[in-house]
């Protein structure tokens, strides 16, 4: 093949990123939706999968709870087509969670390639999609390592308040092993400031303090404490829908479009 055609074929595949942390709240399901959404909105294929038992990604996007989701897919009970849900974003579709996700970290454990459950099941898709975003709960679990093993990159959605840093080192350590050992090509491709309120010294310390560890890794765009983004789940709704002219609405989109220049 000529170099003309492999880059074709290259430039044809999507990027999985995995969204990570494994301190509870910090905003990884909102920036996986809204950023999701917002992409979406620009034309670009995107697939979310919530790979979270909690299930908050599916609720947001409203998704249908009768349809099976990634679980049933990891475990072999239904093919990945008949899980694929649409959502309103015309180019957003949807791997929903379920509370049996929950079950599955216990059930994979004695079975070989353990680690690479998620990415049997998603490398077949990269080629369709041109973003593929993974949710993942709030712990350095196997199922937060299925999603490490199967994505190309690590987004981590650090709250600007006290604490923030606390625990990072080892989410960096996992991810360093999950390089050395599973997948090579696996980068931290950027660290997301959510809940900002520029009212607080304490955000602003957590915001140098981010970039003084993580340098340019560190997103410009700030996401701010809004109102809005902590009601959109509740509707089902993406922040792009709910309320597409709210400081957190814009913030996300300014998001996307330097995620989409960057990666
Ligand atoms: N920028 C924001 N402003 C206000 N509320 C927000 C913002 N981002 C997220 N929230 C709300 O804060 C809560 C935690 O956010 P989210 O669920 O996205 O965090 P998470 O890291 O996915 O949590 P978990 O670790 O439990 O999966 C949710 O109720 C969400 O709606
Ligand atoms: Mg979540």
Not at 9 to 29: D, R, S
Not at 234 to 260: D, F
Request: net charge positive; hydrophobic share 40%; glycine share 8%.
């Amino acid at each position: 093949m000529t170099t003309a055609g492999c880059s074709a074929i290259l430039a044809a595949m999507g990027t999985i990123i995995v969204f990570a942390n494994q301190k509870g709240g910090v905003g990884k399901t909102t920036t996986a939706a809204s950023l999701g959404a917002f992409i979406a909105q620009k034309g670009k294929k995107v697939l979310l999968v919530d790979f979270d038992p909690q299930g908050n990604l599916s609720s947001t996007v409203g998704a249908d709870p009768a349809k099976p989701g990634i679980y049933e897919v990891i475990t072999g009970k239904v093919a990945v087509e008949a899980a694929i849900q649409n959502t309103s974003e015309p180019t957003l579709q949807l791997l929903a969670s379920n509370i049996h996700l929950s079950g599955a970290a216990v059930e994979l454990i004695s079975v070989p390639e353990r680690e690479f459950y998620l990415k049997k099941v998603l490398e077949p898709l990269k080629s369709r999609y041109d973003f593929i975003f993974i949710d993942s709960p709030p712990s350095l679990d196997l199922i937060t390592i299925n999603g490490l093993t199967a994505a190309d990159k690590v987004f981590i959605p650090l709250q600007c308040e006290y604490f923030a840093m606390e625990g990072l080192s080892q989410l960096v350590k996992t991810i360093q092993a999950v390089q050395k050992s599973l997948n090579k090509s696996l980068e931290i491709g950027g660290i997301i400031l959510t809940m900002y309120d520029s009212r607080t010294n304490l955000a602003q310390d957590v915001a140098k303090e981010a970039v003084k560890y993580f340098k340019d890794k560190v997103f410009r765009t700030i996401i701010p404490r809004n109102v809005h983004l902590g009601e959109a789940p509740s509707h089902g709704l993406t922040i792009n829908k709910y309320r597409p002219t709210s400081p957190g609405a814009k913030a996300y989109e300014k998001l996307a479009e330097e995620v989409l220049h960057r990666v």
